[in-house]
């Protein structure tokens, strides 16, 4: 019985159904940012919510547990290393970051514009802006701090070059799962359940060109998460065998995905463009679809490139061998 290999595929598809899941049952009108954003908004709650209840001590015990979790896995290493190294200052940077940012969702009241004193809508608007944009900022000092840790991986071990791409290609495919299965998702219950609410549009087109829109944004980003797997197994087979015959099918396979994603990128535009164009006069959200495919159109270069030099590397391996 030959063993699985599809985990990473499986996992991409479980994460797919989940956000379809989150987008129609969850809270109408949150975006990626809120989403991503909430489980530190909901910690600064639960902590001032417990101050506020009588219970201090408590808070201060989550707040602290919260700001110092960065710092969990340079300690590691460097009682593991017994030395102290320089990603480790990184990390400090985070801890110290997150400490803030925490104290202020804690009191929001800190945060309270100066400028917007008209409404208190608007300033609930604002303060809700910039808690998603701190956590955003936490967001990318963390993942500079992942990126500074695999860059002193890759000095020290050639071989996890190989690993490092297949982190990136996953965290993409990631990226673009969320984007398509909950973003795409979310807008599209969010304008049916706005166009539910009115009896003067045209109910069934409405709905239709919601659906036809989010289906024209989920497509693209599927043959790309399938282009990204497909790179995914080349990467495995070339760290087993980087001149291996069977490589030539891989880049051959890889070329004619990304081809394919490009093409169905740019019908996916213009299909549904011309039908958001075409139904304009009966939609209550008009909205139209500009993608670039350019990360299929790079990948379609590079494949182009290593193809040439891969099947001259294999051809002339190949010969050393006969010859031998």
Request: proline residues 3%.
């Amino acid at each position: 019985m030959k063993n699985f290999k599809y985990y990473g595929e499986v996992a991409l598809a479980l994460l797919a159904v989940v956000c379809i899941i989150v987008a129609v049952c969850g809270p109408q009108g949150q975006d990626i940012f809120t989403v991503i954003s909430s489980p530190f908004v909901g910690a600064g709650n639960c902590i001032r919510g417990m101050s506020s209840g009588g219970n201090t001590v408590g808070g201060w015990i989550l707040y602290i547990f919260i700001g110092i979790i960065p710092l969990i896995f340079p300690l590691v290493k460097i009682i593991l290393k017994r030395k102290v190294y320089v990603g480790s200052l990184l990390w400090g940077i985070l801890c110290v970051y997150t400490f803030i940012m925490m104290y202020l969702l804690v009191n929001p009241h800190l945060l309270r514009s100066e400028a917007i004193l008209v409404s208190e809508e608007w300033n609930a608007v604002y303060l809700d802006t910039v808690k998603h944009g701190a956590c955003i900022i936490w967001y990318a000092l963390a993942l500079l701090c992942v990126l500074f840790e695999c860059a002193g991986l890759l000095i020290k071990r050639s071989n996890s070059s190989y690993i490092f791409a297949l982190i990136i290609m996953y965290v993409l495919a990631v990226v673009y799962v969320i984007s398509a299965f909950y973003g795409e998702v979310a807008d599209a219950v969010s304008i049916i359940s706005s166009v539910s609410e009115t009896t003067l549009v045209n109910m069934p087109i409405n709905v239709f060109a919601a659906v036809l829109s989010a289906a024209m944004g989920i497509v693209p980003a599927v043959t790309t998460v399938i282009l990204l797997c497909v790179c995914a197994s080349f990467v495995c087979a070339l760290r087993r065998d980087n001149l291996s015959p069977r490589l030539i099918g891989y880049i051959d396979r890889v070329a004619k995905l990304s081809k394919i994603s490009i093409v169905v990128t740019l019908i996916c535009a213009i299909a549904n463009n011309v039908v958001q164009l075409a139904l304009s006069k009966w939609l209550l959200n008009v909205s139209f679809l500009l993608m670039i495919p350019l990360s299929s159109l790079l990948v379609v270069c590079l494949v182009l490139i290593t193809a040439g030099v891969l099947k001259r590397a294999i051809a002339a391996n190949e010969e050393n061998k006969l010859v031998i």
